[in-house]
């Protein structure tokens, strides 16, 4: 019918002839129409052929797009895409999230559910019901006189004071007006105008809502009215869904441990921001307390005033030795090794002071080691003084050869190779994989924890491989010289002091992989000042209490007496 009428409007005629018009008054120049898509379609396929410019003030039909195949077809409507991002963003104004959709039963009704629905699903809205209702519309048409290059560069000002220009798809380069359908006792209404859809603002910016103008309705209990499947979870609470039901119908379940919501309507709860952690409700993040070991600490001020005091006794010790330097006891255990075990015991207990406070560049590099190096030099000349013990008593027996071995020059160079291997280990260390300061922020919920990452942790526990190994081949030596005549007898002494290391740095490792933070921190300082502080009871608190209380038995006639 569409078709037919379309042809008796140009022909003028009941029985017309395709393609030939009789006579050239009152020609068609244009036509209005239709108000539905459907209609204006099938216009547009009889005016194209034609070139009469046709101007629908209904169809939203996005075939008509095709400006080839429809030039000649121009629409007073604006784009239809934006009428759906329009309903979209009112929905999601007033917070609907449940709704219902009624629909026209036609081609344009079945082409409005199969766009709007896809855009409800990404927006997190459900449609409650569909339902269609009949078509049925009157208009009338105006008569326009208009052409194509005027149609193409139309602008005017319409009687509400709109401006009406055409863009470049022959559309209304307009938007919406958003109003609301106020009505009375008697049945009555009235459109107001609450709000609009501008496609000239900015993106996000193109809805207007004002209201103060709206008027709801008497039977709502709350304005505006809630439309939701369920109520919304509370924070400290996410969505879980609900089996057969649409995704806007959900239980609310407590966010799970370390995760967070802070809002209405989370979909999920969350991972707080790095350095953070969720409070006791899970409905906000705290910046998490930082975790070092302190000067302020009562740790590190135990541990402060641990190393003053056995640095003091280390250096009373020193200095009892050298004021002594001549005696028999003194020159019997050979003074050089004495001295340089005492400093670099000395040396054990301040380098302890390194691991206290915030972890910087410097203090990482050098703390473990410079505690490893330090070590490796007490314990080299531990061995060196068991071997010289060894080697003493075996070169009195007659004919022995191994007096010419027998020196400074064996000692200097025991401490000096067991020394230099560790100096090679932990230069290795430092030029492939250094240490540095960093940050755990993932180990302890309410910490971060400040440290000094050790690069590699192969190195570290090469360095305290290499130490366990001069430990154990001095109290081999130390165990088997044990009853040596007393004279010579260091060796009893030094093999308690390497039970005492031994057991301390043993019992270390799994500690120090158990403890986190500064707690870890504090398992290294006390491991450090005990078995440095066994080393100088066990080896030196004999000598000193002979050389101090008992300076008569400080003498070489003693030492020859105790000897027979």
Known sequence: MTYRNTLDLLFKSQHFVPNYICGIQKNVVGVIGGLSSDTSSSMANILGLHKIPQISYGSFQRAVDNQIKFSSFYRMVPNEGLQYQGIIQLLLYFRWKWVGLITTDNEAGERFLQTIEPMLFKNQICSAFTETIEYHLHFKHNMLNMVHSFLKRISFNNSGGDEITLNEYGELAAGFDITNLVTFRNRSYVRVKVGSLDPHTPPGKELTINEDRIKWHSGFTQEPPLSLCNANCRPGYGKRKKEGEKFCCYDCDPCPHEMFSNEKEMEICVRCPAGQYPNEDQDQCISKRPNFLGYDETLAIVSIFSVLLFSLITIIVLAIFIKHRDTAIV?????????????????????????????????????????????????????????SVVLAFMATKPGSTIRRWVGKKLAYSIVLSGSIVQVGICVFWLATSAPFPDVD??????????????????????????????????????????????????????????????????????????????????????SILASSAGLLGCIFSPKCYIIVARPELNNREQLIRRKI
Request: charged share 10%.
């Open 331 to 387: 020159k019997a255990n050979n003074r050089s090794l004495t001295y340089i075990l005492l400093v670099s015991l000395l040396l054990c207990f301040l380098c302890t002071l390194m691991f206290i406070g915030t972890p910087k560049e410097a203090t990482c590099l050098l703390r473990q080691t410079s505690f490893g190096i330090i070590f490796s030099v007490a314990l080299s000349s531990i061995l060196a003084k068991t071997i």
């Open 441 to 526: 922020m993932h180990s302890m919920t309410e910490e971060i924890i400040f440290l000094c990452n050790e690069g590699s942790v192969l190195m570290f526990y090469c360095v305290l491989g290499y130490m366990g190994f001069l430990a154990t081949v001095s109290f081999t030596v130390a165990f088997l010289a044990r009853k040596l005549p007393d004279s010579f007898n260091e060796a009893k002494f030094i093999t308690f002091s390497m039970l005492v290391f031994c057991s301390v740095w043993f019992s270390f490792i799994p500690t120090y992989l158990s403890t986190r933070g500064k707690y870890m921190v504090a398992v290294e300082i006390f």
